[in-house]
């Protein structure tokens, strides 16, 4: 799994990887799309939105998601202690749901996943944290017995001569 919601190196990954490889955008947006027609992203810091935005695309769902938001904090104040992380990430799901008439939020930072679960019960709408998405969609992978295919262009790099 990669755990970043950049999907940092996602690809290179499952060349090197006999088993599934997931990464946490990847799966959120998934996810997402299977519980809402939309979806607004809020994340941590403004330059992450541009990262998000090539991932909507480079996935197919850029028609899915209503926008992007960032809290304008980095991903380490989600661990501070303060609280002031985890309350901005709040308040900007309220206000994303208020402006863009999404029916989910996708969490855009790996940092964020312990938040899903209580927001998601205060603002009654799916709050998607891309770590548990991504674990489930391996474990669903693993039980059907399938894996990062072989052939074509994920097929495993020559060896060095």
Same mark, same amino acid.
């Given at each position: 799994?990669? +755990? %970043?919601? $950049?999907?940092?190196?996602?690809? @290179?990954?499952?060349?090197?990887?006999?088993?599934?490889?997931?990464?946490?955008?990847?799966? @959120?947006?998934?996810? @997402? =799309?299977?519980?809402? =027609?939309?979806?607004?992203?809020?994340?941590?810091?403004?330059?992450?939105?541009?990262? +998000?935005?090539?991932? #909507?695309?480079?996935?197919?769902?850029?028609?899915?998601?209503?926008?992007?938001?960032?809290?304008? #904090?980095?991903? &380490?104040? #989600?661990?501070?202690?303060?609280?002031? +992380?985890?309350?901005?990430?709040?308040?900007?799901?309220?206000? !994303?749901?208020? *402006?863009? $008439?999404?029916?989910?939020?996708?969490?855009? %930072?790996?940092?964020?996943? =312990? /938040? !899903?679960?209580? &927001?998601?019960?205060? #603002?009654?709408?799916?709050?998607?944290?891309?770590?548990?998405?991504?674990?489930?969609?391996?474990?669903? &992978?693993? @039980? /059907?017995?399938? +894996? =990062?295919?072989?052939? $074509?262009? /994920?097929?495993?790099? *020559?060896?060095?001569?």
């Amino acid at each position: 799994m990669i +755990a %970043c919601f $950049g999907d940092p190196g996602l690809l @290179a990954a499952r060349e090197l990887a006999q088993g599934p490889v997931i990464g946490i955008a990847e799966a @959120a947006m998934h996810m @997402a =799309t299977m519980v809402a =027609t939309r979806f607004s992203i809020v994340t941590t810091l403004p330059r992450t939105l541009i990262i +998000a935005r090539h991932l #909507l695309h480079q996935y197919g769902f850029h028609q899915h998601c209503a926008a992007l938001h960032a809290i304008d #904090l980095p991903v &380490l104040a #989600l661990e501070d202690g303060s609280g002031l +992380a985890q309350e901005k990430v709040r308040e900007r799901c309220i206000r !994303a749901l208020k *402006e863009d $008439g999404s029916g989910a939020i996708v969490l855009g %930072c790996g940092g964020m996943a =312990t /938040l !899903a679960q209580e &927001l998601t019960r205060e #603002l009654r709408v799916p709050v998607i944290d891309g770590v548990s998405a991504a674990v489930k969609m391996v474990e669903s &992978l693993v @039980a /059907l017995g399938l +894996a =990062t295919s072989k052939h $074509g262009d /994920l097929a495993f790099p *020559e060896k060095k001569r």
